[in-house]
């Protein structure tokens, strides 16, 4: 709380008075103060150990990510975008990165509307368009890491 206040976030301390922080329940995104590391390292939900799952991409998009794991020499289990010092890239960076993509290829209409505007909204868009083409329920849950009634219920 005392950087918040110093940094002028809050103008005073909303705790009560003489604490300066309270307890936390931790997420995949609390920050573990000994190990530094702000994300979990978990296998996929559902899946065994070292388990992976096959999604389809286009075939352009494919191209492009086979020779960036190539050139820059890629092992399994090595983080395909990463951080200036080699760790997962921040979401504000991906966040900006994002706006520049659609801001540099939609009308701007289309950019100021809510279309797209998160990454994950495109997960939800490709997973009803697959169910919308026909594709079997049970395929697209797989490709998803989903079971079908978490697919259809969603």
Request: glycine fraction near 8%; charged fraction near 30%.
């Amino acid at each position: 709380m005392k950087y918040a206040v110093r940094r002028r976030i809050l103008r005073v301390n909303p705790l009560p008075k003489g604490k300066e922080f309270t307890a936390v329940t931790k997420t995949t995104n609390a920050d573990d103060k000994r190990s530094r590391e702000i994300h979990e390292r978990r296998d996929l939900k559902g899946r065994a150990e070292g388990e992976t799952r096959t999604v389809p991409g286009h075939p352009a998009l494919t191209r492009i990510l086979r020779r960036h794991i190539e050139d820059e020499q890629l092992q399994p289990g090595d983080l395909l975008f990463q951080g200036e010092f080699g760790g997962i890239l921040a979401g504000s960076v991906i966040r900006r990165a994002w706006r520049s993509a659609r801001k540099a290829v939609l009308p701007p209409h289309v950019f100021e509307s809510p279309t797209g505007r998160r990454v994950y909204d495109n997960r939800n868009t490709r997973l009803t368009k697959w169910l919308n083409d026909g594709i079997p329920p049970a395929q697209v849950a797989e490709w998803a890491g989903n079971s079908v009634a978490v697919l259809l219920a969603t």
